[in-house]
C-alpha cells in the first residue's frame, strides 16, 4: 500500500486563507485571552471575536444562561467594551496569535453603525475578516434585519462598499425561509455566510414561577439545534455559490463532519467551547487523521458530498 | 498562575449525611495554586445531558490532594455522587479570585468573623485553616441541626464557632445574621468572611456597612464557561456588571448592588 | 389547616369541555388502539388522531426516524388510511372510549380538500373538533399553509364557514413570526391554536454519508425544542385571546407546567408517548397533586401566569 | 395475548467475549406470552439522552425469565451493559409477529432451515427450542471466528449446525448464504427462518425463492415507539407499507419488496 499522502486543510473564504477551516464562534470564545492557559490557540484556523458594538454596551441583566436538554439559552445581550477599547485592550493580544482573527459587528440603533464599524477595521491589517451579526435575539428589537430579506439585502451592500476585507453575514435561523435571505446576502456581496446564530428560546423555573433567564427569552445553542442548523446549511448549500460556515451544536469529529458533508466550507465551535475548550483543536487533529485513513486530499471532497441514498 | 484543564483521579466519594457528598481528587497543579474561595469546573457527564460543567469551590487541599464537598440537588450533583475511586474527572481550575486574607495571616488576634449559610461553609473551612493563627470567629447558620456541616473540620482547626439554626435545633435560635447582630455589640472584627444564600449575603452586608466592618462576600451565579469568556455570570457592581467565575466569585460587600 | 377542595382541571377550548387539560398530540399516538392494553385511555382529556387525507397516504420511504440530541427527527409523510377507511376502521373504537376525540386533518394537493373533510366530520357527533394540520413540514411542499398569514387566514376562513365544531389551527415554528400567523388564526375563526409542530431539521450519517431520513429532511421534536415552544406559546398568549394547546418536549408534569406558566390552556404529549406511554396519565394525577397541595382550584390560576421577575 | 409496560428485575448480566452481553430479566407476563421473534423495548435511561427506547429480541424464555442477549455498538447498548443485579428495566412487550412454526413443531423430520448472521442468533434459539423435536439445520454465519455467537445454545437442543466465516476461522469460508446454496442442492426444507443483515436477508429470500421454499424473515428498522403507532418502522410490502414492529419484525420472504 502506498504511503497516504499528508491531507491539505486550508481553505478559502473570498479572498481569506484558513490554513484549515475550524474556527471558534462569536460569543463562545470571549477575546481568546481566556483560553490561553491550557490549549494552544496558534493552532485555530481562525478565531471570532465576541460582537462588538460602537458603543460600550452593559448587557442584559442577570441570569444571562440557562441549560435546557442538550443545549442552553442565553441572553448576554451584545456585553462588549466598545470598539474603541477593543482596539486598545483586546485586538493586541490577538494579533500576536497570528492567526486569522475576524471581528464579528453589530449595530444597536442605526444600521449607519455597521457602515462605521467597517470603516474603521478595515484600516487594521490585524483584522481578517468582518463578520455581521445581523441576527442576535438578545437585542431587544421587534424583528433582526436578518429576518428580513430587503435589510439584509440593504445593510451588507452598504458595508460591502466600504471594505474590501472578506465580509461574513451571519444568520438567523429564526425564519420562514433562510434561502432568501441567504441569497439577499450573496447578492449584497457578502464573501461567505455564518449559519447558524441561536434559535429563540424561552425556559421557565415552574417552581418560582418566574423565567429562567433575567431578560426572560434568549438564543437556544447546543447539540440540540444542530438537526436545524443541519438542514439550513444544507438546503443554502444547494442554492448558493459562496462558502458556509456551518455551526450550531458541534461537539466533535462526527458532528463538525456533518456540517462538511451538508455543506460547510468551515466550520465554527460555540457552545461545545465551555464543555471542553479543546474541542475545536480536537477536531482539527481529527479531521487530518480522518482524511489521512480515508485517503481524503482536499476538503471540498467533503463539503456537500452527500449520497443521493443508502445502497 | 495558570488554570489547567486536567483528568483528575478520583481518590474517595463519600456519601456525608443527608444529601451531601464529599470528594477528593489528585492534582498538584490545583492543589498547589489554590486559595481560599477559588472554584473548579467540573465535568459530571461526557454525554451531553448534563451539557455544562457544574462549579464547586476547593473545601481544602493537602499535599496534592484536593478537597470538595457537594449538596445534591439535581442531575449533576447526583452524577456526581455515583464516581467511584480512580475514576477521573474532567476539571478546569483553579478558578477565580478567592478572598483577600492575607494580611490577616500574621496576626495573632482574632480579627476576622467567618460567616457561612448552609452549604456557604464549603471554601470557609480552606480559609480558616490559612487563618487559623488568629483564631477567627466562625459562625454556621442553617434552617436545622443536621444541615450545619463541617463542624469538626473548624474545631480541629481551633476556630471560635458560633451556631444558628431557624428551628433552633442547635445553637443561637434563628437566621446566622441576626446572631451576628448580637457578635457585633460585642466584638470589633476588621474583616467579615461569607458565602452562602444571596439573601444571607446580603444582610451581612448591610450590617456590615452600618458597623463600618468590611466584608469579602463568595456569590453563586449560574455559569456557562467559568473562564470569563461567555460573560454568562454577572453581577451588577459599582464599576458594572463583572463576572462571578472570573472577577469573583469573591467581592468586597461595599462594591456590590443589590 | 382547612382540607383543600378537590381542585377543578376542566377547561375549554371554544364550544369543547374537557374534563382535564392534557392530550395525546397528533402522530405520536396512532389511533389509540395501539396503547389500550397497558393504560385507561378513559382518563386522558382528548384524544387528537394521526392526521387524516381524503384519499389514503402511503407516506414516505423508510427510514422515517432517528435520534438527535434529546430528540428525534421523523418524516412520515401523513401516511394514513384516508379518511373513508378512518371512519370505517379507526373511530368506532375511538367512540368507545367516551372521551373527546379530535381529529386531525390535512390537504395534500388544494385546500378545499380541508373544507371537504371538515363537512365530512361535522356530521358526525363523535367528532368532538377538528384540528387543521396546516404545519405539516412532511409533504414535499416549497412552502406550509401556516407559513403564510394569508394562506392561514384564507383555509382556515374557509372550512370556519362549513363547521360548528371546536376548530383548532395546528401552526409550525418555522417562521419569522408566530404571532402574525396566530394573529391570522384567530381572525379566521379558530377556537384553538396548536403549538408547535415539530422544527424542520436534518440529520446525517457521517460514515455512509447519507441522510438519516430516507426523505432527507424532516421534523424535529422532543425536549431539544421545549425552549422554542415555550417561547412561542409566551408570545403568542401575550398577544391573542383564544386559548393555546401547547406542546413541543413535555416529558412530565414540570415539563407540562412550563406551558401552562408561559400560556397555555391545554398540552399536548408527542413524543414522550414513546418514550413512557403514560406520561400524559402521570402528568394528569400530576397535576392534580400540584393543584391541591398548592391550593389552587383553577388552571387559569396557572395559566399564564408567569411572576415579572424574581424576588 | 396482551402488551404490558412493566418494572422487570435484572436477574444477571454478563459480559460475553467481544463487545456482546447477555442479560436475563424476570416477567411472568413477557415468558408466559413471548413467541419466537417477538421482542421487547427497553429504556435504557431515564433521562432524555438516549430518548428512546431500544429494541431487542427475546432471545429465550424460561419459567418467568426473558433472556436477551446484546452486542454493544452504541450509547444505549452501552448503557444497557452496565446495569446491575437487582436494578429494575422499564420494559414494553412482548411485541410483534414472530415466526409461522406451529405447522412444524409436532413433525420428527428436519423441515426447516434456521439461518442467522451475526447477532441475527438472538431470535432464532428461541425457535430452535420450540422446534427441537424436528432437530432443525442451523447455518450460523459471521465476519469472524469470534462473532460466532451461541453455539453451546444450539448444541444443546441438538440442532444440526453448519459454520461460515468470510475469514474462514471457523466452518466453511464465505458467506452464509453461500453456504445455504450448496445445501439446498442436496436437502429440500419447507421453510427457512432467518434473521442477520439486510443484505443476508435479501440474499436469502431470493435463493429460497428459485427453490420455491417459503421464508420467516425476522427484519430490523429503526424505532420510535414499537407498537405500530408512530409509523415509523415501515419495510415495503406487496400489500404497501407495513410496520416493523407490529406487522412484523417477522415477514414472509415473497411479502416483502427489497
Ligand atoms: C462559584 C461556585 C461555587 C460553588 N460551590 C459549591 C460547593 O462547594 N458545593 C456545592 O454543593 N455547591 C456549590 N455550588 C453550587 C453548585 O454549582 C450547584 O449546586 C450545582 O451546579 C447544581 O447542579 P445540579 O445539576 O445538581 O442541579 P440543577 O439544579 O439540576 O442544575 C441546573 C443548572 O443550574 C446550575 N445551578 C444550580 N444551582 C446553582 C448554584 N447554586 N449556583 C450556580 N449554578 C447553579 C447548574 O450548574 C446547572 O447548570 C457552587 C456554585 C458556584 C457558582
Ligand atoms: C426488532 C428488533 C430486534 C433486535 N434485536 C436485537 C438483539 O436481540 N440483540 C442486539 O444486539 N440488537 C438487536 N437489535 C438491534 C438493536 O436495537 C440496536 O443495536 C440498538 O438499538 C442500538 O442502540 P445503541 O444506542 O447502542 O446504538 P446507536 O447506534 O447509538 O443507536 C442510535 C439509534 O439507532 C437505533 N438503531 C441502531 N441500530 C439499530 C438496528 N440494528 N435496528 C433498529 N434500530 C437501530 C437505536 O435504537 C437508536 O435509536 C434489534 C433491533 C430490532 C428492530
Ligand atoms: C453564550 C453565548 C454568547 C453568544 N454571543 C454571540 C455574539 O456575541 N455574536 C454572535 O454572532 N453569536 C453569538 N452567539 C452564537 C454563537 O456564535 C453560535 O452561532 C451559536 O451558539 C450556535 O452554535 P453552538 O450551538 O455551537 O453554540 C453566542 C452563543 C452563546 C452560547
Ligand atoms: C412520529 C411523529 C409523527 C407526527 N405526526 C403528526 C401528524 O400526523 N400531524 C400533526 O399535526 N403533528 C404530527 N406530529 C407532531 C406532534 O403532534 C407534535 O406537534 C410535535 O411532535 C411536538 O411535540 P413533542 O415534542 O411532544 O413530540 C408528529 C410527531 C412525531 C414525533
Ligand atoms: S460563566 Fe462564562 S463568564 Fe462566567
Ligand atoms: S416504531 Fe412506531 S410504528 Fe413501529
Not at chain 1, 445581550?77 to 471581528?103: A, M
Not at chain 1, 474603521?120 to 421587534?142: H, R, T
Not at chain 2, 499535599?63 to 455522587?81: A, C, D, E, P, R
Request: charged share 20%; aromatic share 6%; glycine share 8%.
Amino acid at each position: 500500500m502506498v504511503k497516504p499522502i499528508k491531507p491539505n486543510l486550508s481553505i478559502k473564504l473570498g479572498a481569506l486563507d484558513l490554513k484549515n477551516p475550524v474556527m471558534v464562534a462569536s460569543g463562545t470564545f470571549g477575546y481568546a485571552q481566556e483560553f490561553k492557559d491550557f490549549m494552544d490557540l496558534k493552532k485555530l484556523g481562525a478565531l471570532v471575536t465576541k460582537t462588538i458594538t460602537v458603543k460600550p454596551r452593559q448587557g442584559n441583566i442577570a441570569p444571562r444562561t440557562c441549560e435546557t436538554p442538550a443545549g442552553m439559552l442565553n441572553s448576554i445581550g451584545l456585553e462588549n467594551p466598545g470598539v474603541e477599547r477593543f482596539l486598545q485592550e483586546k485586538l493586541p493580544f490577538l494579533r500576536k496569535l497570528n492567526i486569522p482573527v475576524i471581528v464579528s459587528i453589530a449595530a444597536e440603533e442605526a444600521a449607519e453603525e455597521f457602515v462605521d464599524l467597517a470603516q474603521q477595521l478595515d484600516q487594521l491589517p490585524e483584522v481578517s475578516a468582518i463578520e455581521l451579526n445581523i441576527s442576535c435575539p438578545n437585542l431587544d428589537k421587534s424583528r433582526l434585519i436578518s429576518q428580513d430579506a430587503d435589510n439584509t439585502l440593504e445593510v451588507i451592500s452598504a458595508v460591502r462598499k466600504v471594505t474590501t476585507k472578506c465580509l461574513i453575514a451571519k444568520l438567523s435561523p429564526n425564519v420562514t425561509s433562510i434561502v432568501d435571505i441567504a441569497l439577499a446576502a450573496q447578492n449584497a456581496g457578502a464573501d461567505a455566510l455564518a449559519l447558524i446564530n441561536t434559535l429563540g428560546g424561552m425556559s421557565i423555573d415552574v417552581h418560582k414561577r418566574i423565567p429562567k433567564l433575567g431578560s426572560w427569552v434568549g438564543g437556544l445553542s447546543g447539540p440540540a439545534i444542530r438537526p436545524v442548523a443541519i438542514k439550513m446549511v444544507w438546503e443554502v448549500y444547494n442554492k448558493i455559490k459562496i462558502p458556509i460556515i456551518g455551526m450550531g451544536g458541534i461537539i466533535d469529529l462526527d458532528s463538525a463532519l456533518e456540517f462538511f458533508i451538508a455543506g460547510s466550507t468551515a466550520i465554527s465551535v460555540g457552545t461545545a467551547n465551555f464543555i471542553n475548550p479543546k474541542t475545536s483543536l480536537e477536531i482539527i487533529s481529527g479531521l487530518e487523521q480522518y482524511m489521512t485513513e480515508h485517503n481524503i486530499q482536499n476538503l471540498n471532497n467533503i463539503t456537500g458530498r452527500l449520497k443521493a441514498c443508502k445502497d | 498562575m495558570s488554570i489547567g484543564q486536567l483528568q483528575a483521579k478520583i481518590i474517595s466519594n463519600q456519601k456525608l449525611a443527608g444529601h451531601y457528598g464529599h470528594l477528593e481528587f489528585d492534582s498538584a497543579l490545583i492543589a498547589q495554586q489554590a486559595t481560599p474561595g477559588q472554584f473548579i469546573n467540573i465535568r459530571v457527564s461526557d454525554a451531553v445531558e448534563p451539557l455544562l460543567r457544574r462549579p464547586l469551590s476547593i473545601h481544602n487541599v493537602q499535599g496534592s490532594k484536593v478537597k470538595i464537598i457537594y449538596k445534591i440537588i439535581g442531575q449533576g450533583t447526583q452524577m456526581l455522587s455515583a464516581k467511584q475511586p480512580g475514576e477521573f474527572l474532567d476539571i478546569i481550575g483553579p478558578l477565580g479570585n478567592g478572598f483577600a486574607y492575607q494580611n490577616l495571616v500574621q496576626s495573632k488576634k482574632a480579627k476576622s468573623v467567618l460567616i457561612a449559610g448552609g452549604m456557604g461553609v464549603a471554601p470557609l473551612v480552606f480559609l480558616a485553616e490559612k487563618l487559623k493563627s488568629s483564631q477567627p470567629l466562625v459562625l454556621i447558620g442553617a434552617k436545622t441541626k443536621n444541615e450545619i456541616l463541617c463542624l469538626q473540620e473548624f474545631k480541629r482547626l481551633n476556630c471560635k464557632l458560633a451556631l444558628a439554626t431557624e428551628d433552633g435545633s442547635l445553637g443561637f435560635k434563628g437566621r446566622v445574621t441576626d446572631l451576628l447582630k448580637t457578635i457585633l455589640e460585642k466584638t470589633y472584627p476588621e474583616v467579615i468572611f461569607s458565602c452562602g444564600p444571596q439573601a444571607m449575603l446580603k444582610a451581612v452586608a448591610s450590617l456590615a456597612l452600618k458597623n463600618g466592618i468590611d466584608t469579602q462576600l463568595s456569590l453563586e451565579e449560574h455559569m456557562a464557561c467559568g473562564l470569563g469568556a461567555c460573560l454568562g455570570c454577572v453581577v451588577l457592581t459599582k464599576n458594572g456588571y463583572k463576572t462571578v467565575c472570573k472577577d469573583g466569585p469573591v467581592f468586597a460587600g461595599g462594591e456590590l448592588i443589590w
